[in-house]
């Protein structure tokens, strides 16, 4: 028997259609998540190809530094196939190396180096390695190796040497940093805690690795007191090496030799090349 409303054992089914239509706004929703999921990574995929159109576009939405560091990477990929297109954009470009958000100065100061045959480039890496940002100059510096000018040289020498990073206010340092630990650049340094729990944050400049920290947690630091110091990561210190080899002086040679030696245990690819850095800079130096 199949029982009546008056049978409290009795379990009604749902009707097939029912359950058809009940999960049919389900599978639409779960179908829209992966449609909208595949799509903004579709676009804010930095090896999907622009074209000519959209790499304009980009380089001008500057509220979406993402799109803008997109068409940088494509024109620089143009650049290095030795696409004279690219010519197109280099207008914006000089104008991105005056913007005020670091990540594209930093980014067209490297790409202007592909080019050493420019002289509004040249011109452009002659004012960045002045740069407030240490990213921003380092980058520079490394671009007008490529120029064959050494206006970068100190700043390169800097690389090799450990960073200073101070505070511009008063007050308590709390940090739970130690020493060796390694950095991504805008990590987080340490806080200074003011008067009235105003609070100041501290992040770094620079992928790096703490040397030795000089403030130390619950100690009182004066405005332009130094909080710690970075020694750079191993590929800034590779490319500065490399540099070096090419417009090193002499004056040079007792820090790249540091590196030669093993300082701080650094690895064996930084020490070969420190040796070729010294080695350069010697040849130099005797035939002058």
Do not use: C
């Amino acid at each position: 028997m199949t029982g009546n409303g008056n049978n409290p054992n009795v379990t009604i089914a749902t009707p097939p259609m029912n359950r058809a239509r009940a999960s049919g706004p389900i599978l639409i929703l779960a179908m829209l998540f992966v449609i909208a999921s595949f799509l903004t990574w579709y676009f804010t995929w930095f090896g999907r190809e622009l074209s000519d159109t959209e790499i304009s576009k980009y380089l001008e939405d500057e509220k979406h530094p993402r799109h803008v560091q997109h068409a940088l990477l494509q024109i620089q990929q143009r650049i290095e196939r030795g696409d004279q297109t690219s010519k197109r954009w280099y207008p914006q470009i000089l104008m991105l190396a005056d913007n005020p958000e670091t990540e594209f100065r930093l980014t067209v100061a490297w790409l202007m180096g592909l080019d050493n045959e420019s002289d509004d480039f040249h011109r452009a890496l002659g004012k960045l390695i002045r740069d407030s940002e240490p990213i921003v100059r380092r980058n520079a510096a490394l671009a007008l190796v490529r120029f064959n000018d050494p206006a970068g040289r100190e700043e390169l020498v800097a690389i090799l040497q450990p960073y200073s990073v101070r505070t511009t206010t008063a007050g308590v340092v709390t940090s739970t940093l130690h020493e060796g630990s390694q950095i991504a650049r805008g990590a987080l340094l340490a806080r200074i805690m003011q008067a009235e729990n105003r609070v100041t944050e501290i992040r770094s400049p620079l992928p790096a690795r703490v040397a030795k920290i000089l403030a130390l947690n619950g100690s009182n630091i004066s405005a332009g007191g130094i909080i710690l110091t970075l020694k750079s990561d191993e590929k800034s210190l590779w490319e500065a090496l490399r540099g070096l080899a090419l417009i090193g002086e002499a004056q040079d040679l007792a820090v790249v030799e540091l590196y030669a030696r093993g300082v701080d245990s650094v690895s064996d690819r930084i020490k070969q090349q420190a040796a070729l850095t010294a080695k350069a800079i010697q040849s130099r130096s005797n035939f002058k």
